[in-house]
């Protein structure tokens, strides 16, 4: 056997092994109650509506949040959320997947609040093996606040996809080829949180919270995680190689943009990116980190 197709073949059985500690969920129906655990803000987050909604609220004494009851390894999540509406400045609703830790992986939608009639600016990052720093930002093409949008990371052994309401609004893709590390050996849960951080959320700190506006309020419904592996660190076993969306289509284990979706990117970047760490130049002054050759593709 050549050298070349040795070392696919234990990249291959790696990628197995690793995705063999998964199992697929398929649920009819999710359930705040029964999907995730506050663990945060002392009765100031609540899920009502016997488990169809949650919220998230931040006052003078503090913020709250939750996370996932179980842990995931690649996977296409859903949430929809209603941001804080009105003035909004200074709070941070932070919605992602993290390993934790000081090795850690993590996707990460934040959502920084501002004043009254200005745009949101959505926050993007991705972290592999402790190193972040690869954000981009970007305004949306309406309201937040005023109605519930869905929020997706579609995140498999190929590329991370972050989608608003079904469009693509960023593509991150495996680096490895250029010795760049990819999320996809440690379990990740989902994390919620809304909080203060007015010393940088708002035009860089310059706009303050403001807290005769107390309490802020963010909402939750349609938690869905159908589509995804479920890590179980007692078994350590199954598979998820086999899976195909309900249509018999592409398993999203091997999805990719197409052509439409290749315009919707395009599209959102030309007209709503606010910041791409790969085009920061002033930060950069040696020379863009290696993945920006994929992120720009």
């Not at 930060?283 to 720009?296: I, L, N, T």
């Amino acid at each position: 056997m050549a050298a070349s197709s040795h070392s696919n073949l234990v990249r291959v059985l790696i990628l197995i092994s690793t995705i063999a500690s998964c199992t697929f969920l398929v649920s009819s129906s999710n359930n705040f109650n029964r999907d995730v655990d506050i663990t945060w803000g002392d009765g100031r987050a609540k899920i009502l509506n016997n488990g169809e909604l949650l919220s998230l609220t931040l006052d003078t004494t503090s913020g709250s949040g939750f996370q996932s009851k179980k842990e995931y390894l690649f996977g296409k999540i859903d949430m929809q959320l209603k941001l804080v509406p009105g003035n909004s400045a200074g709070t941070v609703t932070a919605y992602y997947l993290s390993s934790l830790g000081a090795t850690h992986d993590e996707i990460d939608f934040e959502f920084l609040g501002n004043l009254s009639g200005d745009p949101y600016t959505l926050h993007t990052n991705v972290f592999s093996q402790g190193k972040g720093g690869r954000e981009q930002q970007f305004h949306l093409w309406f309201d937040p606040t005023a109605d519930f949008h869905t929020y997706s990371i579609l995140w498999n052994p190929q590329r991370i996809v972050f989608s608003v309401d079904g469009t693509p609004i960023r593509e991150f893709k495996n680096p490895e080829t250029v010795g760049v590390a990819y999320p996809k050996n440690q379990a990740m849960r989902i994390y919620s949180s809304l909080w203060d951080a007015d010393e940088w959320a708002t035009r860089g700190g310059l706009v303050k919270t403001d807290w005769s506006k107390a309490p802020f309020t963010a909402s939750y419904r349609n938690f869905n995680d159908d589509k995804a592996c479920v890590w179980s660190s007692a078994s350590s076993s199954s598979s998820c190689s086999s899976i195909t969306n309900s249509d018999g289509g592409q398993s999203w284990l091997n999805e990719e943009l197409d052509n439409t979706s290749q315009e919707k990117l395009k599209w959102v970047k030309q007209k709503y990116m606010v910041y791409d760490y790969c085009s920061d130049s002033k930060r950069f002054p040696q020379g863009f980190p290696p993945e920006c050759a994929f992120e720009s593709a």
